[in-house]
C-alpha cells in the first residue's frame, strides 16, 4: 500500500499471518490508524503522524492487520499536521481496500500490544466489519446556500421580514433594536426550517443509490445540507449522476461539493485498546 500515490492500496495475497513487523525499536509507542485486511502491500518509505513523522507499518493478526507507525515522544501529537497525516493515510487506503477507521489519537503501548490487546480480542468483529465494507467507501456531499440566495427566498415567503427590512433601512440600529431583533429572529428559524427540509430532501434522494446515509450537523451558517454516504463501488456513478440532478434542480440556489473516496468514519468505529 502506498497511500500518497493514486493506487494507494493493494492485496498482497498468500501474507503472513500473526506477523507484527517491527522497525524502530527505539519507538516508545505505536500510534494506529485503522484496521484493515492483512494482505495489503504498502510503501515502507510512507511517513504518518509525529515530529519526526513516523514509518507505517502493518501489525498483523491472522487475516486482519493495524496500519501503524512508531510514535517518537520528540514533540506534542496533534499539530495540523498530525491530523491531515492521519486522515490522508486512512482516505488513500480506503479508495483501494476496506479499513476502520480509528478517532485520532489512538496509541498503544508497543506493536506487540497491537496484535495481542487490539486484533486478537475483536477479530471475528473486525473481520465481519470489514466484510461488510468491502467494496464500498465514504463520500461526503456538502451543500451550501449561493450568496444572498438564501435572504431574497425568505424575504419573498415571509411578508413580515419583508416589513421589517423595509421599516429599519437608512435607520440608526438604537432606534430599530426591537425590529432588528425580531427580523433576526425571523430569519434564524426560516434559515433552520429551510435546511432541515433541504437537508431530508437530498438524503431521501440520494438513499436509493446507497447502502447509507447520515445527516450531518451543519459546519456553516449558509449549509444547506451536509451528509455523508456509504456507497457501493459499483453503484458510485448511479449516486452522482443523481446528485448532478439535485445540482441541476438547485442551480442560483444551492452548490454542491462531493468529496471522496474516504475511510467510512461515519458508518464503523472500531474500538481503541486502553493504550
Known amino acids: 500500500m ?9 492485496r498482497e495475497r498468500g501474507a503472513a499471518a500473526g506477523r507484527p ?22 510503501d515502507p518509505e510512507e511517513r504518518g503522524v509525529g515530529d519526526p513523522p513516523g514509518k507505517i507499518g502493518l501489525v498483523r493478526h491472522e487475516d486482519i492487520a493495524a496500519l501503524v507507525s512508531d510514535l517518537h515522544p520528540t514533540g506534542p501529537l496533534g499539530r495540523p499536521a498530525d491530523l ?11 479508495a483501494e481496500v476496506p479499513v476502520l477507521p480509528l478517532r485520532f489519537g489512538a496509541v498503544m503501548e508497543n506493536r506487540e500490544a497491537v496484535a495481542r490487546e487490539l486484533l486478537a480480542p475483536h477479530l471475528d468483529e473486525f473481520r465481519a466489519a470489514l ?18 440566495a438564501l435572504l431574497r427566498e425568505v424575504l419573498q415567503e415571509q411578508p413580515e421580514a419583508a416589513r421589517l427590512r423595509e421599516e429599519i433601512r ?23 426550517a429551510k435546511r432541515e427540509a433541504d437537508s431530508r430532501a437530498l438524503a431521501e434522494g440520494l438513499a436509493p443509490h446507497c447502502a447509507a446515509v447520515v445527516i450531518r450537523d451543519p459546519t456553516h ?6 451528509l455523508a454516504c456509504l456507497v457501493d463501488s459499483d453503484r458510485q456513478q448511479e449516486f452522482e449522476e443523481a446528485l448532478e440532478e439535485f445540482a441541476a434542480r438547485w442551480e442560483g440556489r444551492v452548490t454542491l461539493r462531493l468529496l471522496g473516496p474516504q475511510a467510512a468514519y461515519d458508518f464503523v468505529a472500531a474500538k481503541e485498546g486502553d493504550g
Open 2 to 10: 502506498a497511500p500518497s500515490t493514486p493506487n494507494a492500496a493493494s
Open 84 to 94: 491531515m497525516a492521519h486522515q490522508r493515510l486512512l482516505d488513500d487506503v480506503a
Open 131 to 148: 466484510e461488510r465494507l468491502e467494496g464500498h467507501a465514504q463520500f461526503v456531499v456538502k451543500a451550501r446556500y449561493e450568496e444572498g
Open 21 to 42: 513487523e517491527t522497525e524502530a525499536a527505539t519507538a516508545t509507542a505505536s500510534y494506529v490508524y485503522g484496521i484493515l485486511p492483512a494482505d495489503v502491500e504498502f
Open 221 to 226: 451558517e449558509e449549509d444547506a445540507a451536509h
Open 170 to 192: 437608512g435607520l440608526p440600529e438604537d432606534a430599530t433594536w426591537d425590529a432588528r431583533i425580531r427580523l433576526g429572529e425571523i430569519i434564524n428559524e426560516a434559515v433552520e
